[in-house]
């Protein structure tokens, strides 16, 4: 069975940082694309920042470009997201997804989910 969790969510005020991690099972992420994902309340889910498993490329939001960083430990079979600077609008639920696709941008380009992780805020 795939499974991903997500955790490290939580509240947070304007300007400070938070990190999340993605712990996945049935599946080995040096295999697989992995990318994170949010969705606001009335908005459509958005990638937020993407690494790939074959070729050495990042992708990552242009909100979020410079204060979001993706990272891969393969031997923990985790991919975490550290968020600094962050802003109210980045309030979401986050979201880890995985896909065999050598890279990918798109929520359908994506196979496997995580069921999120709350992040709210402050201002």
């Known amino acids: 069975q795939v499974q991903l969790v997500e955790s490290g969510g939580g509240l947070v005020q304007a300007g400070g940082s938070l990190r999340l991690s993605c712990a996945a099972s049935g599946l080995t992420i040096s295999s697989h694309t992995m990318g994170w994902f949010r969705q606001a309340p009335g908005k459509e889910r958005e990638s937020v920042a993407v690494i790939g498993w074959s070729v050495p490329r990042t992708y990552y939001d242009d909100s979020v470009k410079g204060r979001f960083t993706i990272s891969r430990y393969s031997a923990k079979n985790t991919v975490t997201l550290q968020m600094n600077s962050l802003k109210s609008e980045d309030t979401a639920v986050y979201y880890c997804?995985?896909?065999?696709?050598?890279?990918?941008?798109?929520?359908?380009?994506?196979?496997?989910w995580g069921q999120g992780t709350q992040v709210t805020v402050s201002s």
């Open positions: 997804a995985a896909t065999s696709r050598d890279m990918a941008y798109t929520v359908a380009d994506f196979g496997s």
